[in-house]
């Protein structure tokens, strides 16, 4: 990839990893800043700052279906989604 496809990859990955620790906050009732940490451990935040996965080309509300399987252990659903 050239500098300007690395920043706009970078950009999609940022922003779709903020919407989903501020999502994830709301519905678990906790900080940004603790969503985001625990997001940042998870095999869904590994795939979507891999941009050989073409997931930051995903909505947000898809990665977070994504999560949402990878958290309560569905990794059936978390293929699929």
């Known amino acids: 990839m050239n500098e300007v496809n690395d920043n706009v990859v970078g950009i999609c990955i940022e922003s779709i ?3 989903v620790a501020d999502t994830y906050a ?4 906790i900080s940004v800043t ?3 940490r ?3 451990t998870t095999k869904t935040y ?4 891999n ?3 073409y997931l930051h080309l995903e909505s947000a509300v898809y990665v977070e279906d994504m999560l ?4 309560s252990g569905d990794w059936e659903s ?3 989604v």
Not at 46 to 49: G, K
Not at 68 to 71: C, H, K, M, V
């Open 26 to 29: 709301e519905k678990q009732e």
């Open 34 to 36: 603790e969503a985001m």
């Open 46 to 49: 590994e795939l979507l700052t």
């Open 51 to 53: 941009p050989k996965s």
């Open 38 to 40: 625990m997001f940042m």
């Open 17 to 19: 990893s903020a919407q």
């Open 68 to 71: 949402s399987a990878e958290l």
């Open 78 to 80: 978390w293929m699929e």
